[in-house]
């Protein structure tokens, strides 16, 4: 097992970094969170997201001066404070720096390496990939809550505690360039890449119009200086609204993807995203004989139970009907 | 990377099992999660847990009929209900069969192979492991909400509403066994061990006056049949409370612990919990530069934003105070 050595990731400094911050406010994420994002994992106005707190209201609020400390919502806690979501977000980016240095070894050694973007055609059930020839090896990463964690926006959001606002993302989006900090292990994971002569492409759900103030945002935070339209793909670039296939094909034109890095399963496919799919469909989609293997060798997953698509359902999508229990003890 | 290709996982009946559920109403993880499992990967009575709801109240409730379907919690929703935490869980679990096969195939052809247990002196800056000498190969994991999803405890927890009740925990304990669903992808995860000859231990903070029934719960999901003190250790088998290390080091004794699985800090080391450790310095500790290497080679993590040591933190601990962002529109 000499590639499990093959990687030595430097952490001294970066062990600083992981403690930060991203938040919805518990309550939108049960509410919300299902309509709010399916079909996008990343930010985007929902239909009945909460709206501006009215001016007045926040006058009011300042005049009553500092309000006391916001409670942190659970899905916070953990992404962002727990040392349990830093081992999982870092267990992922070193399976991923593994990966991508048997990969490129493969193609050093005239191998054929196999792309991981679905082909136009395949299905969940019979997934098809797009062919690589000779192109230069690519790996796509998804930005927020994938590659960078939304510290300074989401500190403000929990602050507020009025929900997710897309007018105040907007403006973060444009202004919150050095708020942000790399997921565990991101950093070494897209050194490894760079080393290897692995592209680094990002494919995110930020808008367009903002594409030099989030290249500044990935830069800022060690993650290299992406270039739009060929290593930084936006909402707008390519297709309709927050599906990702058609930036994926347009990478996938010009790179051999070997790999993917997301925290929604539409990082890796809109197919799971495909509108009337319900949850438990969903759920098992992914463990599928033929994407199954994907998980960990091309597809890499990072938690996310704060905001997203994750986040939907209710209680009887979530429970199933055939493990139910009944208290011995009684009660309602 | 021949090694990737090792595991032909069947998972066609395996995908239905996938959607289920446990939770603690999301307002118990921010406010007493913290207090509640700090020191405990699982299931304790938390000082300041919430009491049983009086008679009275239930039987008004009862009289009433039944109550609206419940609101599922985000965490709840992400880790039960998602495609994204099913991919997480399958995608370590996974790494882990591709591990568990190289660990053995390397005793196979008689090189040493090292235990992940840390050794008594060890610090979490300077770990040293016991020794493994020829013991026979083992596989340690966790049982709730890694090895089992506690579908109807939680269920049911989520319907009353209540939050975590210990004394109805330990009614689960002793009759919930066929509410249980393995988690997704520990059933071929296990399947391979058991084909490696590697055996599969339970380490678990359930009570060990539940023994024969945590047993049956484990067997019934399709995971064997442990044996309790030598296949099966649990809360007062060994050492004081709800510490896993004095059963970690019996379990050592016999066997060379290859790789172990949990989804709290707690199922790898005591050492996370040692009294007074900052959430910040919990969070830096599993990135220094001599653990980092565990996480997928030897430490497996899964998902849980439910309930644990990862849902700890108050605001100012969670948020770092350089990744500040003001608004360039103001508000409060």
Known sequence: MTLLRLVPLACAAFALQGCVAAAVPALAGSAIAGKRFLG??????PA?????VPKAALDAAIAAGPPPEP????????????????ALSLQSYMALANFLIARSSDREIGHDVPSVVLAPGSTLAAPRFVPCGDKPLALVLDVDETALLNLGYEQDEARRGTGYDPLRWDRW???GTRGVAPVPGALEAIAVARRADIAVVFN??????NASQTAAAIAGAGLGTPVHLDTLWLKGDAGPGSGKDARRARIADKYCVIAMVG????????LFNAPGTGLAARRAAI???????????GWFMLPNPVYGTGLQGGYDDV???DKRWADPAGGQ
């Open 204 to 209: 995110s759900n930020r808008s367009n119009a």
């Open 319 to 321: 429970f199933p009907a």
């Open 173 to 175: 989006e444009k202004t």
């Open 263 to 270: 925290d929604q399963l539409g990082d890796f496919s809109d």
């Open 287 to 297: 463990q599928g004989r033929e994407l199954e293997i994907l998980w960990g060798q």
């Open 48 to 52: 009945n997201a909460p709206r501006l």
């Open 71 to 86: 409670t942190v919502p659970p899905g916070m806690q953990y992404l962002y404070g727990s040392g349990e979501a830093a």
């Open 40 to 45: 996008d994992g990343d930010r985007e106005p």
